[in-house]
């Protein structure tokens, strides 16, 4: 039997990944009504559309500037690699469930500027953490001075919980010896084989 090439592997991933995106998608437009849908479409009005696009495009520049901070500390990197990195990413985000597209961006920068992969998925961690962070601080000013509402404090206060402890356990783990990079493995150790591996690998990304 003969064995898949390369290029065959990913065109099958690929093509499953556009399949369950066509699947998610008719999923998620089956109940919509068309006329409807082009409705508004007709009744938009495009020039608030273009503040948008112009911010949302200026957003990935300053994204990469951030992304290749991060990545910085072991290696200098090439800032328009980053970004092109970042974009094919976002893109594949759009056609792949589950985020998937993340997972891309980092092997796309990992083999073009040579990085191991693993750091790259702990720089992408650290910048969800930190969207996380933004998104928990625009709450906390949306409460204190324009709405105040039951769900949106208990909405601000989980997401609090989960990108504060996020925050301080980079720290902790970044600032972390080699004798407690030891002990965290162990407590790890009663994870899957599987996942445990993903786990020890990414925290050692941040350690290093």
Known sequence: MRKKTGISKWLNHKTFGIFISILFLFLIFHNISLSQFLESIKSFNILYAIPAIITYTLSYFIRAIRWKQLLSVSKELNYWGVLKALYIGYMAN????????????????GTEQNI?????????????????????????????FFHKSAILL????????????????????SKSSKTQSTRINKIISILPKNIKDKVETMINAFIK
């Not at 469930?97 to 920068?109: C, K």
């Not at 208990?154 to 783990?173: K, N, S």
């Open 94 to 109: 759009t056609l792949l469930p589950a985020r998937m597209g993340e997972i891309y961006r980092a092997h796309i920068l």
């Open 116 to 144: 191991k992969r693993s750091s790259v998925l702990a720089s992408i961690v650290a910048e969800r953490i930190f969207d996380g962070l933004t998104l928990f601080s625009l709450l906390v000013i949306l409460i204190l």
């Open 154 to 173: 208990e909405i601000c206060v989980t997401a609090g919980l989960i990108f504060l402890t996020g925050f301080a356990l980079i720290i902790i783990v």
